[in-house]
């Protein structure tokens, strides 16, 4: 291997082995007839509590206007509730109904065993060495400057980062 195939290779593998897991939690997670990204709601409401929708929306990734389409859907099937901020009018709260704790309070443990399962390959030592060094890439990849790449792209700005 050399210095350029090398972060290539790591990026496919990892690409892969995130693949391969992702199989596993989508069908658990649509078997019950959610999406993942309302699974991943329902499960920061049921482990944080009530949480303003922009919390939510960090928490799980998606834009402003993807957050309330989201909560929009969760309501109309009475997972979710929203609730006034008593401090600032504008904002919301997000927090989950009597079904939503329900469902979620029975689906998680059956969730959290498939990903028990899911990595198994790998000795509980080296699960935490592997999630130590994956939050460590992704701390640095976050921190990089986008930069697009191939012929007729930009090019980089003046004190940018390699």
């Keep these: 291997m050399n210095s350029t195939s ?8 990892l690409s892969r082995a995130s693949e391969a897991l992702h199989v596993h939690t989508k069908s658990d997670i649509e078997s019950h007839g959610l999406t993942q990204t309302e699974f991943a709601i329902l499960e920061a409401l049921y482990h944080k509590g009530s ?5 939510v929306q960090k928490k799980i990734l998606v834009s402003s206007g993807g957050i309330t389409f989201l909560i929009d859907k969760l309501v109309q099937r009475g997972l979710v509730q929203r609730r006034l901020c008593e401090s ?5 709260y997000a927090e989950l109904t009597p079904a939503g704790r329900d469902l979620i309070a029975r689906i998680f443990p059956g969730h959290a065993e498939v990903i ?6 790998l000795t509980p030592a080296e699960q935490q060495t ?7 890439l992704g701390h640095s990849a976050a921190a990089l400057e986008l930069q697009p ?3 007729g792209a930009p090019a980089a700005a003046a004190g940018a980062k390699p």
């Design 149 to 151: 790449s191939g012929p």
């Design 51 to 55: 949480m303003l929708l922009g919390e």
């Design 116 to 121: 028990r399962r899911a990595v198994s390959g």
């Design 130 to 136: 592997l999630a130590d060094l994956l939050k460590k």
């Design 6 to 13: 090398d972060p290539l290779r790591l990026y496919v593998v």
């Design 88 to 92: 600032d009018r504008r904002a919301r």
